[in-house]
C-alpha cells in the first residue's frame, strides 16, 4: 500500500514515468491482509453484543483468526466508533500463523500497545513479540498508548510462520501490575531493497519502514537496533528510540516518512557504504522539524568516515527544513564506510512528549572528479577496445 501511494503521488507531482520506474525497481511493498482480524473487529461469538467490561476467554472460546492461551481478555471500548482490543493477563498469548510469500521478503510488524491501569499499576507490563527469527519486549511507557514498529524476520518459499505476541511483567506481585492491552496489528512485508544510480545508501529517503496506522496520528516508535539488516527502518540500524513519521500526520521533507530523534542522549541511525578508498565524496541530507510543536535548538552530528560535522537548526516546531551537505573523503581500509545521524540532547513539547531533530533524504554521491575519472576509465577501455577493430 505504501509504496503504491507514494509512486502515484511522484507521478502526479512530477510526471516523471522514469521515476517512477525507478522507484518501482527499487523495491516492492505490500500489505495486502496477512493476517486475519488484525485489530480484533470480529469478536469472539461468545462475547454478548452489549458488552463492555473485560470478558476472560475461555478454552471453549474462540477468538477469529487467533489460538490464545493462559490470561485473555477481550475489551470492547463502550461509547460510539467501538474499537476491540485484547488484554493479555498472566502468561496470556495470542498467536497466528500466516503464509509467507512465494518469494523471499522481509517482514515487519506495527501494532499498538496501552496500559490497561492507571497510576496504581507499580508496573504496567510489556508485550513480547516473537516470530521463528526474532523476539522484541516492548514497554507500555508513561503514555497510555504508544505504537511500534518491528522487524520480524525474513522468508520466502510460502512458509508458515507463527507469529507469537504474549505479556511480560518484571513485577512478583501479580496484582500490582496492570497487564497491557494490545490492538491493530500490520504485518508489512518488503522485498529487498536496490540501490538507486545517483545515490550510494540505500533507503536514504527512509521510505521503507514499517506500515503507519491508519487511525494513529502519534508515528511509530522503533527500538534499538545493532543490525541494519535486521532492523524496521531497512537497511539502517538504529540508536535509542526514533520516532518513523508519515506525511499525513506531521511535516516530512521529502516523501512519506521520515525519522525523528526522539530520545535524546544518544538517539539515531547508521548506515554503511562501500566506497572507493581516498576518493572524495559528498553526503547530502535534510534536517528539520516534524511540525509537532517542538520548539528549539534542534542539533544532530553527522558522521561519514572520520568526518564528524554538527548541524544545528531553530525550531518553532510547525514543520520546515533546510538542505546541508558537506565533502569528505573515504579512508577506510575496508571499503566499508560508517555513516550516521545521531542527536545529543533530548527535547520535549509542551505536552511532554519526547521530540527531536527530523532527517530526511540522505544522498550519498562521488565527487565530480570521481565520476569523471570512472567515465575516462570507460570511455578509455572503449577507445582500447574499438581501435584494433577498426584497423
Ligand atoms: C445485554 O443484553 C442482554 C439481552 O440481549 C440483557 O439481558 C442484559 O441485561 C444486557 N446487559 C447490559 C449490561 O446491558
Ligand atoms: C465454556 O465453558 C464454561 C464452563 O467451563 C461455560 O460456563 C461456558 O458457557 C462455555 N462457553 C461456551 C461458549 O461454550
Ligand atoms: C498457535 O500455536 C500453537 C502451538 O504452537 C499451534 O498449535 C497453533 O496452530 C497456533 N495457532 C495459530 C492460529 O497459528
Ligand atoms: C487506585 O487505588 C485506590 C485505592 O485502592 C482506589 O480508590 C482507586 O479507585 C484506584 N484507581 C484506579 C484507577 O483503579
Ligand atoms: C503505567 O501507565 C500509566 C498510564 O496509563 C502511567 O501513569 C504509569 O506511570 C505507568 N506506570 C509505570 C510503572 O510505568
Ligand atoms: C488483588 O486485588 C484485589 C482487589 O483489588 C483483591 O481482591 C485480590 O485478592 C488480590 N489478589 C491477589 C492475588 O493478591
Ligand atoms: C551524552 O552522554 C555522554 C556519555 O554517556 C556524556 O559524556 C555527554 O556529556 C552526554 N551529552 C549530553 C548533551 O548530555
Ligand atoms: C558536536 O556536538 C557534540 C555534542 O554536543 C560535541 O561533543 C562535539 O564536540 C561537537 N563536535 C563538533 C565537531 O563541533
Ligand atoms: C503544520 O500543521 C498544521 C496543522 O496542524 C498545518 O495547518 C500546517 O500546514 C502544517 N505546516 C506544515 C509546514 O506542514
Ligand atoms: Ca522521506
Redesign the pocket.
Known amino acids: 500500500m505504501g509504496l503504491r501511494y507514494c509512486c502515484r503521488r511522484i507521478a502526479m507531482k512530477k510526471a516523471a514515468s522514469t521515476l517512477v520506474l525507478q522507484f518501482l525497481l527499487l523495491g516492492f511493498a505490500s500489505a495486502a491482509d496477512l493476517l486475519q482480524n488484525p485489530d480484533f473487529e470480529t469478536p469472539p461469538p461468545g462475547v454478548p453484543a452489549n458488552s463492555t467490561g473485560p470478558f476472560l476467554l475461555w478454552q471453549n472460546d474462540t477468538l477469529p483468526g487467533w489460538s490464545f492461551s493462559g490470561e485473555v481478555y477481550y475489551l470492547t471500548a463502550s461509547g460510539d466508533g467501538q474499537r476491540r482490543a485484547v488484554q493479555l493477563g498472566q502468561d496470556g498469548t495470542i498467536n497466528q500463523t500466516f503464509a509467507a510469500s512465494a518469494d523471499y521478503a522481509d517482514y515487519l510488524v506495527t501494532f499498538a500497545i496501552a496500559?490497561s491501569?492507571?497510576?496504581n499499576?507499580?508496573?504496567?507490563g510489556s508485550v513480547v513479540i516473537s516470530a521463528p527469527d526474532s523476539r522484541g519486549v516492548f514497554p507500555?511507557?508513561?503514555k497510555?498508548r504508544a505504537v511500534y514498529g518491528q522487524f520480524l524476520g525474513s522468508w520466502g518459499d510460502r512458509e508458515a510462520i507463527d507469529l507469537v505476541i504474549g505479556s511480560e511483567t518484571t513485577e512478583s506481585d501479580v496484582n500490582a501490575t496492570?497487564w497491557p492491552v494490545v490492538d491493530s496489528i500490520v504485518l508489512k512485508s518488503i522485498t529487498s531493497l536496490v540501490k538507486a544510480n545517483d545515490n550510494e545508501l540505500v533507503n536514504g529517503g527512509f521510505e521503507f519502514g514499517p506500515d503507519f496506522l491508519a487511525d494513529s496520528n502519534e508515528g511509530v516508535l522503533l527500538q534499538p537496533a545493532q543490525s541494519p539488516v535486521q532492523s524496521p527502518l531497512r537497511e539502517w540500524s538504529i540508536l535509542g528510540t526514533v520516532k518513523y513519521i508519515d506525511s499525513k500526520h506531521f511535516f516530512i521533507p521529502q516523501g512519506n516518512a521520515a525519522v525523528e530523534f526522539v530520545s535524546g542522549n544518544s538517539s539515531g541511525i547508521q548506515t554503511a557504504a562501500q566506497l572507493t578508498k581516498d576518493s572524495s565524496y559528498t553526503l547530502e541530507f535534510m534536517l528539520g522539524d516534524g511540525n509537532d510543536s517542538c520548539v528549539g535548538d534542534l542539533e544532530v552530528r553527522a558522521q561519514a568516515g572520520s568526518v564528524l560535522q554538527n548541524y544545528t537548526i531553530q525550531s518553532k516546531g510547525m514543520g520546515s527544513a533546510q538542505k546541508f551537505s558537506f565533502k569528505f573523503k573515504a579512508d577506510s581500509d575496508t571499503g566499508t564506510t560508517p555513516i550516521s545521524f545521531v542527536s545529543y540532547v533530548s527535547s520535549q513539547t509542551k505536552d511532554g512528549t519526547l521530540c527531536g531533530p527530523v532527517v530526511d533524504d540522505v544522498v550519498l554521491r562521488a565527487s565530480l572528479g570521481l565520476k569523471l575519472a570512472i567515465q575516462w576509465r570507460f570511455l578509455l577501455s572503449l577507445l582500447l577496445f574499438v581501435a584494433p577493430v577498426m584497423n
Do not use: D, K, M
Request: proline share 0%; aromatic share 0%; with cysteine.
Open positions: 496500559s491501569g492507571g497510576a499499576c507499580s508496573s504496567n507500555v511507557g508513561e497510555q496492570c
